[in-house]
């Protein structure tokens, strides 16, 4: 595969915090590829440097050394790219996933992923169509008018993930999606991930702790005090 194919690269990428004797390296030198269409979990205990990772890669947590080309743009190296619109970038090639699925509690679920879209400046008509369509995919087409308060953890889960691909992200970014739910939904969140992934070409990073729920990933990244061990891609898929 041609670099400039690649949905994710990260050379080296660190992060201090802290100088002199106080200093905490929280993630050295990790350094990877991730392909459009795959799904990838990074596992590892609590502290071990998961969110700094993807907080890093998803342009919040300002790298202290290292490259992260995303879609084929260099937006760290050595810190942020002089003259970066990170807004823009996070806008037009990142969608985010929290374990909190942190909705508008005053805005329906239509309307919580109508506003992803009305801030790229997609029209309200067209924001009300493409919210509809993509709730109904995640089988909540019932639930489009129902308010966060009326919906389930798992339904909440599902239109925070429809919030997420409104934009169709190359990189999708997930911390701890499913760690309010129980099993069942939990592995149903996942499963909806991996298909998600192969349908729209999008690369998922999945923080997680709990190894029952990477059945069917295509990777998986392991991180241990900092430092991240992951397989490679094959070879005909380089």
Known sequence: MDRMSYAIEVEKLTKIYGRGETAV?????????VKPG???AILGPSGSGKSTLLTAIGLINE???????????LVADGGWVAGIDLKRLRREKLGFIFQAH???????????????LEINRVSRHDAKIRAAELLGS?????????????LSGGEAQRVAIARALANVPKVILADEPTAALDTENGKNVMALLK????ENSSAILVVTHDHRMVEGFDRIFEVHDGRISCPPLAEGER
């Open 38 to 40: 795959e799904l990838v």
């Open 25 to 33: 390296t929280a993630l050295l030198d990790a350094t990877f590829q």
């Open 102 to 116: 942190n909705l508008i509690p005053f805005l329906t679920a239509q309307e919580n992923v109508m506003v992803a």
């Open 63 to 73: 790298p202290t050394r290292g490259r992260v080309v995303l879609d084929g743009a």
């Open 195 to 198: 298909k998600l992934a192969v």
């Open 138 to 150: 995640l089988n909540l087409g019932r639930r489009l008018n129902n308010y966060p308060s009326a």
